[in-house]
């Protein structure tokens, strides 16, 4: 974490299937517009029961063959969060609804959003839904859904932070 980047933290329930994937696509796309140097982004989970695993091993194997390798190890949620992140992105509805509660000021609260609101090219979902009781439909789906979303938020965000490479 840096106080000169931008903090993105991506959230959905286990951390292990669509906050990491969300973590991967972002990153790609930061480093391949050559913004690398100007974002710290990161994923957590509402629920600890995977705490310190890797993602769940359907999500890599799905995402492999995009180019995405899912390295990180699951973690919660935690108070500091709110303060050390700039955005903090919940991948449903009940995430965004939790995240919210966290929060501890309104300033903090206003950093949460949804991922669905940034999904165009899917307009029959206004989330990121849960795969982990899904077959690989399900994990395709979050990829798909991911690429599309992560693509019009860093947009938006390098529009309404002035962010350029140096
Ligand atoms: P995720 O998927 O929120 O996309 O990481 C889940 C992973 C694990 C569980 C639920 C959702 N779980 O209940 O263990």
Same mark, same amino acid.
């Given at each position: 974490?840096?106080?000169? &980047? /931008? $903090?993105?933290?991506? @959230?959905?329930?286990?951390? #292990?299937?669509?906050?990491?994937?969300?973590?991967?696509?972002?990153? *790609?796309? @930061?480093?391949?517009?050559?913004?690398?140097?100007?974002? +710290?982004?990161?994923?957590?989970?509402?629920?600890?029961?995977?705490?310190?695993?890797?993602?769940? &091993?359907?999500? *890599?194997?799905?995402?492999?063959?995009?180019? +995405?390798?899912?390295?990180?190890?699951?973690?919660?949620?935690?108070?500091?969060? !709110?303060?050390?992140?700039?955005?903090?992105?919940?991948?449903?509805?009940? $995430? @965004?609804?939790?995240?919210?509660?966290?929060?501890?000021?309104?300033?903090?609260?206003? &950093? @949460?959003?949804?991922?669905?609101? /940034?999904?165009?090219? !899917?307009?029959?979902? %206004?989330?990121?839904?849960?795969? +982990?009781?899904?077959?690989?439909?399900? !994990?395709?789906?979050?990829?798909?859904?991911?690429?599309?979303?992560? %693509? $019009?938020?860093?947009?938006?965000?390098?529009?309404?932070? $002035? #962010?350029?490479? *140096?």
């Amino acid at each position: 974490m840096e106080s000169q &980047k /931008y $903090n993105i933290l991506f @959230v959905c329930l286990g951390n #292990i299937c669509r906050s990491p994937a969300a973590q991967a696509v972002m990153q *790609r796309m @930061v480093d391949e517009r050559g913004l690398s140097g100007r974002f +710290y982004i990161d994923s957590a989970g509402m629920g600890g029961w995977h705490v310190g695993d890797l993602p769940d &091993k359907r999500m *890599r194997v799905h995402a492999r063959p995009r180019g +995405y390798e899912l390295t990180h190890r699951a973690r919660k949620v935690q108070a500091g969060d !709110f303060e050390e992140f700039d955005l903090i992105v919940g991948m449903d509805a009940s $995430n @965004v609804d939790e995240l919210r509660d966290l929060a501890a000021t309104i300033e903090q609260e206003r &950093k @949460v959003v949804m991922m669905g609101d /940034y999904i165009r090219q !899917f307009p029959h979902y %206004d989330h990121v839904p849960d795969p +982990y009781y899904e077959g690989s439909e399900g !994990f395709e789906l979050v990829l798909d859904l991911l690429e599309d979303a992560c %693509d $019009n938020l860093l947009n938006q965000i390098i529009e309404q932070n $002035n #962010i350029s490479s *140096r």
